[in-house]
């Protein structure tokens, strides 16, 4: 079955280091997406990405950077860690919207990052 | 700009009952709806999605509605069971933003008492 797959799951760092976080998925999906969860913030777009070389700033990208060199994959750079940075890590794919495809989305199991 | 409304944030019912979970949007030019499901630690499941051309969508004891004139999606849920106790999140893709990019609720979380 086609997944979605982050690592790690679990990450603790110290302020000021460089971390990344991995997304690899095996749908064939143009489109991929990075979010984080915060209680009360709920689900914040960071990255998005719509093919190979495209690269996009969501809502909340201050501080983080992706690239993407294969469909497979879109790793999360955190440049220089800060505490504001710890949350929950979640990447998502979906097919390209065209030729009547829905754009469902969907998501791997996230990476919880705590940044001391 | 649109904005998604999820009431009540938290629900608790006993098990066996029939339930409906709303999502309310502020702009009825949506592209499609789409409902997840979260459970504790995890990851986002999707769990329907209806386009915008769709009424309802149908999926074991599931059913989404969508009435998009009066900027509404229902989720169904018959004959609950413990198991379905999460987190359950609505979000709308709009037709007129240019990335298309989901418009999130903040979730409902449903608990199912045995």
């Known amino acids: 079955d086609a997944e979605i797959t982050q690592s790690p799951r679990h990450k603790i760092t110290e302020t000021g280091r460089q971390v990344t976080l991995a997304c690899h998925q095996t749908?064939?999906?143009?489109?991929m997406f990075w979010y984080r969860q915060d209680l009360g913030h709920g689900l914040r777009l960071i990255h998005y990405?719509?093919?190979?070389?495209?690269?996009n700033k969501g809502e909340v990208s201050d501080g983080y950077s992706v690239s993407r060199s294969n469909t497979e994959d879109l790793p999360l750079t955190l440049e220089s860690a800060a505490s504001s940075q710890t949350s929950v890590y979640f990447c998502a794919s979906s097919e390209r919207l065209a030729g009547g495809s829905t754009g469902e989305l969907f998501f791997g199991e996230g990476s919880r990052l705590t940044v001391l | 700009k649109q904005e998604v409304t999820q009431i009540p944030a938290a629900l608790s019912v006993p098990e066996g009952e029939n339930l409906v979970l709303n999502c309310s949007f502020t702009?009825?030019?949506?592209?499609?709806l789409q409902w997840f499901r979260q459970d504790p630690g995890k990851g986002l499941t999707s769990l329907l999605l209806i386009q915008s051309s769709q009424r309802e969508q149908t999926s074991g004891r599931l059913n989404a509605s969508l009435d998009k004139s009066s900027g509404r999606s229902t989720l169904y849920i018959a004959a609950s069971q413990p198991g379905d106790s999460a987190t359950y999140l609505c979000a709308v893709r709009p037709l007129m933003d240019s990335n298309y990019q989901l418009i999130w609720g903040a979730g409902t979380k449903l608990i199912i008492k045995p």
């Open positions: 749908w064939n999906h143009n489109n």
């Open positions: 990405s719509y093919g190979v070389q495209d690269t």
């Open positions: 702009d009825s030019a949506i592209y499609n």
